[in-house]
């Protein structure tokens, strides 16, 4: 189980803002896929509808912004408080509006297949595409598991159906003096609104960050801290949390996706940023994590 599990909704909310350009990107491409099964369905024109899987939708930040469309839309998330608040998103933000026919999938994406063979999601099977946005694959431990999430993934896609998933780019180790952080240093400020209690909730986020490089693990700690007026009445002041990630290398991707019998559409670096599918040497052909902050790739079953 991710250690992401430990954070309060409200907070893993505040502090995970997304990437720039991520939900952008992620609803064009549900777009095109949509407008691209329209032309090929003519008959069904207006009923044609894309089936949609979020794996690890969190709070639904972008769940939300793929709901206004005419799609069939699962959100599938391992923390019980997360998905709440992402019922909770959608619903505050469509007021029964929305597009989408949207399910909820509680669940484990470690045990990905296990989860939709269970009696009640089989029905749900098969997606046009699935997307696993914003370092989701970096919560699962190590490369078996990840290698799995993406073989089941791909098992769970309609014919030309697409899998589609991005994280962090960190440099080459050998080029690249990684080091750990010994003291806290300030994050930023979240707003968590008003409370029963007071007005307004206001916390300080500090952050130290660990790398241990060859296990490819980076554990970012959170410590929280309150105003000072505010100290004794906030539960969360000195509390500390912590995210753990299995993060990748650009050039790993190729070798992992082959693994897990999948077959590269497009490697990214960075949203919209230069296609590096075709790129023999992605160690050397760009300084990833430096010139480039993100990967971004798009698979099929091979
Ligand atoms: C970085 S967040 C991304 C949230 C959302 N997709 C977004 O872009 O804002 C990763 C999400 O994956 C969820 N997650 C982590 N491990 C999981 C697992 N094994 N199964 C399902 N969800 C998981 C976390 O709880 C978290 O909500």
Redesign the pocket.
């Known amino acids: 189980m ?1 250690k ?2 430990s954070l309060n909704a409200e907070i893993y909310q505040a502090l ?1 803002t ?1 990437t720039f350009g991520d939900w952008q990107f992620y609803k064009s491409l549900v777009q095109k896929k949509l407008k691209l099964k329209k032309v090929k369905d003519k008959k069904a024109q207006d009923h044609a509808t894309l089936n949609v899987l ?5 709070s639904g ?2 769940l939300c912004e793929l709901a206004e469309l005419r799609i069939k839309l699962t959100g ?4 019980d408080e ?1 998905l709440a608040l992402c019922k909770a998103n959608i619903s505050q933000r469509f007021d029964k509006t929305a597009t989408a026919e949207i399910d909820y999938i509680l ?4 045990k990905l297949e296990a989860c939709f063979d269970q009696q009640g999601h089989q029905q749900k099977k098969y997606f046009d595409l699935i997307i696993l ?4 694959i970096y ?1 699962l431990r190590n490369e078996e598991e990840q290698v799995q999430l993406i073989r089941e993934a791909i098992n769970l896609l309609a014919p030309q159906g697409e899998l589609w998933f991005d994280g962090y780019a960190l440099p080459d180790p050998s080029e690249y003096a990684y080091e750990s952080a010994d003291e806290y240093s300030p994050l930023t400020v979240i707003d968590l609104g008003a409370s029963k209690k007071r007005p307004e909730r206001v916390l300080g986020v500090e952050e130290l960050d660990v790398f241990q490089i060859e296990q490819q693990r980076f554990t970012a700690h959170y410590r929280f801290v309150a105003p000072e007026e505010e100290i004794i009445n906030e539960p969360l002041h000195g509390r500390i949390e912590q995210i753990e990630h299995r993060y990748l290398y650009p050039w790993q991707l190729p070798k992992l996706c082959q693994q897990a019998g999948a077959k590269i559409i497009k490697l990214m670096a960075d949203f919209g940023g230069q296609d590096m599918t075709a790129t023999t040497d992605l160690r050397t052909a760009c300084e990833w994590g430096i010139d480039a902050e993100h990967w971004v790739i798009g698979i099929t079953k091979a």
């Open positions: 991710s992401s599990q995970h997304g979020e794996l690890g939708c969190g930040r972008i599938f998330e391992l923390n997360l669940g484990d994406f470690s946005p914003y370092n989701g919560c």
